[in-house]
């Protein structure tokens, strides 16, 4: 099968109308245009002279390879989809980025793709991806268990911050290390109560984050608050604030720092000391969890790491089996208890 560009059907034996073909860089070049298909598709069957002209004639003529008809004596089309559940959160930023770049190390291009926190529309974006990438990374999935593993079936398949078996790859983060340090840099304040505010329902990482907080809580003798799940914006943390308030917790960890920094900018603004009457830590350290006052104390993760490892893992390269480091960065929300 010949490679052609993203044009029409091209005309065997002359030059075509449109955009350029085989057909005229094997004119220019004096080969075969079997030849000029081999050269983009199995170049190592080509003499290296004669690969030079044929790419030499296909600059001057400003040929551009379509990758789904590259894809086709190869059978790899050198794209990856990432999909993630809110591009407007920080989290991705890195995620994307460490991603990207690895990506563009091994000569592939990254789609991505945003389902506003919905399962239904994440998962036909992903069927409707899959004929056309070589891989697909699920970042921020909302997906049920036995829909990943059923797209798993049907190509690569990598997820960040999920595990749902053996059968599918995972890129996950040690979370009892940072917790463990916030728990215990909590405890050291003098705290005695602390509240954990969850995520969405759908979340898998939100119950580990819980389960390692409960664990870490026990060790240090301290009593835990579990408040209801909420959406994981500055919104969704404004809006909880009062049941904060109205609990015994005097600090509160929250299931990631864009809703800390809701609940900070609404304590703020009904004149609630952050900390002189509620400590706050969030998750990921993300870009400008630092620039409020105070400034936020959370718990990171290596965000552009998981991205790299992701690629490295969907494109066969790595087995992500040893979990990520977190660590505690203390900053100004957190003091000793009032």
Same mark, same amino acid.
């Given at each position: 099968m010949s490679a052609q560009t993203e044009a029409d059907e091209p005309r065997p034996g002359g030059r075509s109308t449109g955009a350029p073909t085989i057909y005229d860089i094997a004119k220019i070049a004096g080969v075969a245009p079997s030849t000029v298909s081999r050269a983009f598709s199995q170049p190592a069957r080509v003499n290296t002279k004669t690969a030079e002209r044929i790419h030499e004639a296909a600059r001057e003529l400003g040929f551009r390879l379509n990758p789904l008809a590259r894809a086709l004596p190869t059978g790899r089309t050198h794209t990856l989809a990432l999909l993630v559940a809110d591009i407007t959160n920080p989290v991705v930023f890195d995620i994307?980025?460490?991603?990207?770049?690895?990506?563009? !190390?091994?000569? $592939?291009? @990254?789609?991505? &793709?945003?389902?506003?926190?919905?399962?239904?529309?994440?998962?036909?974006?992903?069927?409707?991806?899959?004929? &056309?990438?070589?891989?697909?990374?699920? #970042?921020?999935?909302?997906?049920?268990?036995?829909?990943?593993?059923?797209?798993?079936?049907?190509?690569?398949? !990598?997820?960040?911050?999920?595990?749902?078996?053996?059968?599918?790859?995972?890129?996950?983060? %040690?979370?009892?290390?940072?917790? %463990?340090? /916030?728990?215990?840099?909590?405890?050291? @304040?003098?705290?005695? !109560?602390?509240?954990?505010?969850?995520?969405?329902?759908? &979340?898998?990482?939100?119950?580990?984050?819980?389960?390692?907080? /409960?664990?870490?809580?026990?060790?240090?003798?301290?009593?835990? !608050?579990?408040?209801?799940?909420?959406?994981?914006?500055?919104?969704?943390?404004?809006?909880?604030?009062?049941?904060? @308030?109205?609990?015994?917790?005097?600090?509160?960890?929250? $299931?990631? %720092?864009?809703?800390?920094?809701?609940?900070?900018? #609404?304590?703020? /603004?009904?004149?609630?000391?952050?900390?002189?009457?509620?400590?706050?830590?969030?998750?990921?350290?993300?870009?400008?969890?630092?620039?409020?006052?105070?400034? @936020?104390?959370t718990i990171r993760s290596p965000l552009a790491e998981a991205g790299r490892r992701a690629v490295r893992a969907v494109l066969g390269l790595e087995d992500p089996h040893d979990l990520l480091p977190t660590e505690l960065v203390v900053r100004d929300s957190t003091g000793a208890r009032a």
């Amino acid at each position: 099968m010949s490679a052609q560009t993203e044009a029409d059907e091209p005309r065997p034996g002359g030059r075509s109308t449109g955009a350029p073909t085989i057909y005229d860089i094997a004119k220019i070049a004096g080969v075969a245009p079997s030849t000029v298909s081999r050269a983009f598709s199995q170049p190592a069957r080509v003499n290296t002279k004669t690969a030079e002209r044929i790419h030499e004639a296909a600059r001057e003529l400003g040929f551009r390879l379509n990758p789904l008809a590259r894809a086709l004596p190869t059978g790899r089309t050198h794209t990856l989809a990432l999909l993630v559940a809110d591009i407007t959160n920080p989290v991705v930023f890195d995620i994307i980025r460490g991603a990207a770049r690895e990506a563009s !190390v091994h000569d $592939y291009t @990254l789609i991505i &793709s945003e389902s506003e926190e919905s399962s239904e529309r994440e998962l036909v974006d992903a069927q409707r991806l899959l004929p &056309s990438v070589d891989g697909i990374i699920l #970042a921020t999935t909302r997906l049920d268990p036995p829909s990943i593993r059923a797209l798993a079936k049907s190509k690569r398949l !990598v997820t960040i911050n999920r595990d749902v078996g053996e059968a599918v790859a995972s890129v996950l983060p %040690d979370l009892s290390t940072g917790v %463990d340090e /916030a728990v215990a840099h909590l405890a050291g @304040l003098g705290h005695a !109560v602390i509240g954990y505010v969850p995520g969405p329902t759908s &979340s898998w990482i939100s119950e580990r984050r819980a389960a390692a907080i /409960a664990r870490a809580a026990d060790a240090h003798g301290i009593e835990l !608050v579990e408040f209801a799940n909420t959406v994981p914006t500055r919104e969704g943390g404004a809006a909880i604030l009062d049941d904060l @308030l109205a609990s015994a917790a005097t600090a509160i960890m929250g $299931y990631n %720092d864009l809703m800390m920094l809701g609940v900070l900018q #609404a304590a703020t /603004a009904r004149g609630v000391s952050i900390p002189g009457e509620l400590s706050l830590v969030g998750f990921d350290d993300i870009f400008g969890s630092d620039f409020t006052v105070p400034a @936020l104390t959370t718990i990171r993760s290596p965000l552009a790491e998981a991205g790299r490892r992701a690629v490295r893992a969907v494109l066969g390269l790595e087995d992500p089996h040893d979990l990520l480091p977190t660590e505690l960065v203390v900053r100004d929300s957190t003091g000793a208890r009032a």
